[in-house]
C-alpha cells in the first residue's frame, strides 16, 4: 500500500475512508489542544493554505498500526517578507545541558514530551 501525496490520491485510494477518518482525528486533536484561533485577517494579509500529509504506521513485523493524517501549512507559498514572521520553539543545547545537570544533581526524574 502507497503513502497518498495529497487530499486526490487519498480520496481515490481503497483506504479513502480510513484516510478520511485520519484527517478527522487531526482536526479534532488540533481544536483540542488549542493549536490556534480564529481571528480576523488584517487588511491585506493573504493566508498559507494548509494540506494534509499522510503517513503509515506500521508494526515491527510490517503489519499496518494506524493511518496518520497531518494538517501542515504550505510554508512554500510564504513570500520572502513574512520570512521574520516565521516561529519555531527551540532550546538552546546549554540550557538544556543545564537541565541535565541539576535533575542528575537533585536525584529527580527528567521526563521528555514530543508535542507535534
Known sequence: ?????????????????????????ELKTIYKMGTFEIVDLPPGVIPLQSRFT???????????????????????????????????????????RTLISITTQEAMTLKHWDIT
Open 1 to 25: 500500500m502507497a503513502e497518498p501525496k495529497n487530499e486526490r490520491q487519498a480520496r481515490a485510494s481503497s483506504h479513502a475512508k480510513e484516510w478520511l477518518i485520519a484527517e478527522e482525528i
Open 54 to 96: 499522510y503517513k503509515i504506521k506500521c508494526y515491527s513485523n510490517g503489519a499496518i498500526a494506524k493511518l496518520k493524517a497531518r494538517l501542515v501549512a504550505r510554508g512554500d507559498m510564504q513570500t520572502e517578507d513574512e520570512y521574520s514572521t516565521t516561529f519555531a520553539p527551540t532550546s538552546r543545547f546549554t540550557a538544556i
